[in-house]
């Protein structure tokens, strides 16, 4: 019921930032629990990071811990990943996602709704 839509992706050389952005439509992502995956070529799509509707729980992958950060904002009914410190093997194609129900927020398949991606770009 939800559509999802990132963007803010790009090509950075290693040790910059960016911020990327999940905006969604059709119903508040106050209703969902809020994921970020990746995925590189010729591998798995990852678990990134997922933050829980309050707000006040928020889990990462041990790679990009201290690093990247996911937030929401329901009043702008967007999620966001700040990316700093990038890394090239932070290269992949970035998914926002929406749960209703989760029992592993590390769990892809706990997410029902996903956008298109966008591609971030780390150059050494």
């Known amino acids: 019921q939800v559509q999802l839509v990132e963007s803010g992706g790009g090509l950075v050389q290693a040790g910059g930032s960016l911020r990327l952005s999940c905006a969604a439509s059709?119903?508040?992502?106050?209703?969902?629990?809020m994921g970020w995956f990746r995925q590189s070529p010729g591998k798995e799509r990852d678990f990134v990071a997922a933050?829980?509707?309050?707000?006040?729980?928020?889990v990462y992958t041990d790679s990009v811990k201290g690093r990247l950060t996911i937030s929401r904002d329901n009043a702008k009914n967007t999620v966001y990943l700040q990316m700093n410190s990038l890394k090239p093997e932070d290269t992949a194609v970035y998914y926002c996602?929406?749960?209703?129900?989760?029992?592993?927020?590390?769990?892809?398949?706990?997410?029902?709704?996903w956008g298109q991606g966008t591609q971030v770009t780390v150059s050494s």
């Open positions: 996602a929406a749960a209703t129900t989760v029992y592993n927020l590390r769990n892809q398949r706990d997410y029902v709704y």
């Open positions: 059709g119903r508040a992502v106050s209703l969902y629990v």
């Open positions: 933050i829980r509707r309050s707000g006040d729980n928020t």
